[in-house]
């Protein structure tokens, strides 16, 4: 777990503080470019944390598919839901993503990033496999990146699974967590997401 | 401890995994109480780990690399017998020579030049193996100081105790290769290993605290992953995930 726990929060970052601009719809090209973009970015220091911020709000709206990580975090529950109240999850979804990855802006700028491979999976998606090379202060690190496919045009990021740790499960176990607790109502895991929001 | 009370651990364990055997690893021993240890566990880490950690992040580097080099090199030794008992021969010939490499050229594990040539060392012990085997983790829960396990891993740390050559010259207190240890070096070994840990994941862990909804559920989450990829001894996607049930 030593080396695992280690890349949460790099990964979370180079995902999604990029600059502004189309990536190449070949998923291992639009890996390559948005992360070596981000490590770019994150490395300017002429750019105040403010506008860092914003960017990386900007970029995770555009690469990465936001509403269907929602829907799978909240698992078999959304059958349950009515319209409105899903609207509303996705909305606060939306708001923790962004709040939670913008919070976790820090020094991660100085790490060599490698596309090392991408394998298909099936006609939705592709898996790119990669690594952040070793340094002085950091371990290597295999990330793989699952690629949502289904518009070979714009592919989308849904999932990042750093040495066979896979972001999107670990928050869906947690809110299961918090709806099992709580005889799975969905107001209590909406207060939560608010209280994180506001805080 | 004598031989009968080594055939009941056994026995007890036999049972207690058969019963795990298949089953979700998700499932909760005693939540409440879980939840309660984790709490205190969160207040040992804040009133003595962590600021030890933060002591030792503030070393000179080759003392951390050290450190973490020379424990990691005697944690190859439960390695070793663990690569041997799932009929992993490359891995665990690799492994051995990564010990006898380090120890020696590395300056009684200190240096890693093993690494540098290639040699893997992955860390294994008795919850793996049974893994590997097929039994099922049982019942998830936390344990005072040493943190998230499920049944079979903790019956496992025990088992470790019987096959890992440094705990039998320590806390066992036997001479093998006419070398011989007390309980103060295991547990000093084991305690340099918490530390190194701690104080590399000083900031993730920090994140981890911050932004989680429910930190319990994140951590047993990260655990119950991370042994999954222990066992199968992947490092890649995992194939059964359940994104295609988006689309019903």
Redesign the interface.
């Known amino acids: 777990m030593k080396k695992l726990i280690n890349s949460l929060v790099f990964v979370t970052l180079i995902l999604t503080s990029t600059n502004s601009f189309s990536f190449n719809s070949d998923p291992k090209i639009f890996i390559t470019e948005l992360v070596n973009d981000a490590i770019k970015t994150l490395s300017d220091k002429n750019i105040s944390k403010a506008d860092k911020n914003k960017k990386i709000k900007t970029i995770a709206i555009e690469n990465v598919d936001i509403d269907a990580l929602g829907m799978y975090t909240l698992g078999a529950v959304r059958k349950t839901l009515d319209q409105d109240t899903l609207e509303k999850y996705k909305k606060l979804f939306s708001e923790y993503f962004l709040k939670s990855l913008t919070s976790r802006l820090s020094e991660y700028s100085e790490n060599k990033f490698e596309v090392i491979g991408a394998e298909q999976k099936s006609e939705k998606y592709t898996i790119v496999k990669s690594k952040v090379v070793e340094s002085s202060s950091q371990p290597e690190i295999k990330i793989d990146w699952r690629v949502y496919t289904k518009d070979p045009t714009k592919p989308l990021i849904r999932d990042l699974i750093f040495e066979g740790l896979s972001l999107a499960k670990t928050q869906k176990e947690e809110f299961a967590s918090i709806l099992n607790s709580n005889n799975n109502d969905i107001n209590i895991l909406f207060s939560k997401l608010e209280e994180f929001i506001k805080n | 401890m004598n031989f009968k009370k080594t055939i009941i651990i056994i026995s007890a364990s036999i049972f207690f995994l058969s019963t795990g055997l298949k089953a979700e690893t998700?499932k909760e021993c005693f939540e409440k109480i879980s939840r309660g240890i984790f709490k205190f566990n969160q207040g040992f880490d804040r009133a003595i780990l962590k600021p030890i950690a933060k002591g030792f992040n503030k070393l000179p580097?080759p003392i951390k690399n050290g450190t973490g080099n020379f424990t990691s090199n005697i944690g190859t030794l439960l390695t070793v017998p663990n690569h041997i008992l799932q009929g992993q021969w490359k891995l665990a010939a690799e492994s051995s020579a990564s010990f006898l490499i380090n120890t020696t050229v590395g300056v009684l594990g200190f240096a890693n030049p093993a690494k540098k040539m290639g040699l893997k060392n992955q860390q294994e012990d008795i919850g793996q193996t049974l893994g590997a085997y097929g039994f099922g983790g049982g019942c998830y829960f936390v344990m005072p100081v040493l943190g998230p396990t499920t049944v079979r891993d903790s019956i496992g740390m025990i088992a470790d105790t019987f096959i890992d050559p440094f705990a039998q010259v320590t806390i066992r207190e036997k001479e093998l290769l006419s070398i011989s240890g007390s309980e103060i070096d295991y547990f000093s070994v084991k305690g340099a290993t918490v530390i190194d840990?701690r104080a590399?994941?000083m900031?993730?862990?920090d994140?981890?605290e911050?932004?989680?909804?429910?930190t319990?559920?994140?951590f047993?989450?990260?655990?119950l992953?991370?042994t999954?990829?222990k066992i199968s001894n992947?490092?890649?996607?995992?194939?059964g995930?359940?994104?295609?049930e988006?689309s019903k």
């Open positions: 998700e580097d840990f590399e994941n900031k993730n862990i994140s981890i911050k932004n989680s909804l429910d319990y559920a994140t047993k989450s990260l655990y992953q991370n999954e990829k992947t490092f890649s996607s995992q194939d995930d359940d994104w295609d988006l």
